[in-house]
């Protein structure tokens, strides 16, 4: 695929913003207000990450201000300007003018004066508001993951090339990469802790999402939109949702990614089996390969009664490592990180801020399109029940949701995610599902 960055050409080593390594880019504009160290954003999305985000930027240290919001409903978008009124007061100046509703209310913020720019819209709106930021010329920060299928991937690869040549911040929602405890534990593996890398396994095990009633004014956009982790072409399922942190740690920590997977998955409890309020899968076991034939085995499961566990470990030719406890038992001896271990979400916006302080940038959207690539390689494997090659799904994946720049709250939502006659929704089989489609 021309002009997009290979499986291969992966640094080894992480986004180093909390390390300060690697910040060396000086921004060709300023990176707040002429004459002022005021970073102004805007909020793009104003659900629990959007509110999360923007709470973690007044408290990174930073001369902040909130000065626009949108959403595609007008009462989160108005709870969300409430709520932060009332906890930072003066760092919050969203007047009626500045507050943005719809599906495209996106493209009416980027017309703001803002600095930065929070994309924390389910997945599959990501990419045409990505690319509009960019091209806007907005520093960004976008929650992960970055898309639900390899359309919307491939669209953000070249935007991130383009932010590139804009010399534009962007920050992905990743924070593992921003946490002094998986420095120094993913440093130590590269520098041969426990020798080669031949096998890794991560876990997103947990008991259940959210769920919101339809009410009877709500279109069916509008009733997905509102449940969007319970739609493939939204969310991307569990797998892409939630199970990218540990896949993303996977790949991190071996330096490449897979070129193939196989996979399985179905649906045992979601919604106590009902197929008219939910499509997507509640657990998933994948065995990706990598080019020198070690492997990365995942599970991402929501089952309540089962196992929970979050976690990632590495097995060597000279040790083993809990990479997500920031322990290693190798032949040099054990170690285990004695530092202050920190919390992601709060270190992602304290280095992002600092950096845009300082004139500095770091782009992790080149990791960020790629590992969402490695989780939606993965669901296509389980759905399927095939072995998926990289290569090909990434140039020839079906697309989840066609024309969706047009779509407004009216539209009716993509044909793989409207409901029969039954008011079921189409649910993947494996062994019938195409994902080249």
Avoid at 136 to 145: R, S, V, Y
Avoid at 147 to 167: I, P, Y
């Amino acid at each position: 695929m021309e002009n997009h960055p290979s499986r291969r050409n992966f640094l080894k080593t992480s986004t180093a913003a909390a390390a300060g390594a690697t910040l060396t880019s000086t921004i060709a504009r300023t990176a707040h207000a002429q004459g002022s160290d005021e970073i102004k954003f805007a909020l793009i999305g104003c659900g629990g990450r959007g509110n999360g985000a923007s709470v973690n930027i007044f408290k990174s240290g930073g001369n902040t201000k909130l000065v626009a919001v949108a959403d595609a409903f007008d009462g989160k978008a108005s709870a969300t300007i409430n709520s932060l009124s009332k906890r930072y007061k003066d760092k919050v100046d969203v007047p009626a003018d500045r507050k943005f509703v719809g599906l495209d209310a996106y493209k009416k913020l980027l017309e703001v004066d803002a600095d930065l720019v929070i994309i924390a819209t389910p997945p599959g709106f990501k990419p045409q508001q990505f690319e509009a930021a960019v091209k806007a010329g907005k520093h960004i920060f976008m929650e992960k993951p970055v898309a639900s299928d390899a359309t919307g991937v491939r669209r953000v690869l070249a935007s991130v090339e383009e932010s590139k040549k804009k010399n534009l911040m962007v920050g992905i929602g990743l924070q593992r990469r921003h946490e002094a405890q998986y420095l120094e534990t993913i440093g130590r593996i590269h520098d041969g802790a426990i020798g080669d890398v031949i096998a890794t396994r991560v876990y997103w095990n947990g008991g259940g999402i959210w769920y919101r009633n339809r009410t009877e004014e709500q279109t069916e956009m509008a009733f997905q939109c509102n449940n969007w982790y319970h739609f493939n072409w939204l969310s991307g399922d569990q797998i892409c949702e939630q199970h990218i942190h540990n896949l993303d740690v996977g790949c991190w920590l071996k330096g490449e990614y897979p070129v193939e997977c196989n996979g399985m998955g179905g649906r045992e409890q979601r919604m106590d089996g009902d197929p008219t309020k939910s499509q997507i899968f509640d657990h998933t076991f994948c065995e990706y390969t990598f080019a020198d034939g070690t492997k990365m085995f995942s599970q991402g499961r929501h089952l309540k009664g089962s196992w929970t566990h979050v976690a990632e470990y590495a097995h060597g030719t000279k040790g083993t490592a809990d990479v997500s406890g920031s322990q290693i038992s190798g032949e040099g001896g054990d170690w285990k990180f004695s530092g202050e271990r920190q919390q992601g979400h709060q270190q992602e916006q304290n280095d992002l801020i600092a950096a845009l302080g300082r004139g500095e940038i770091y782009n992790e959207g080149e990791y960020g399109a790629l590992s969402t690539f490695t989780a939606i390689l993965g669901r296509e494997a389980c759905y399927s029940g095939k072995v998926i090659k990289w290569d090909d799904l990434l140039n020839k994946g079906r697309e989840l949701a066609p024309g969706i720049d047009d779509y407004t709250i009216d539209t009716p939502p993509p044909e793989s995610a409207l409901p029969g006659p039954d008011g079921k929704y189409p649910i993947p089989v494996p062994g019938q599902y195409d994902p080249f489609a």
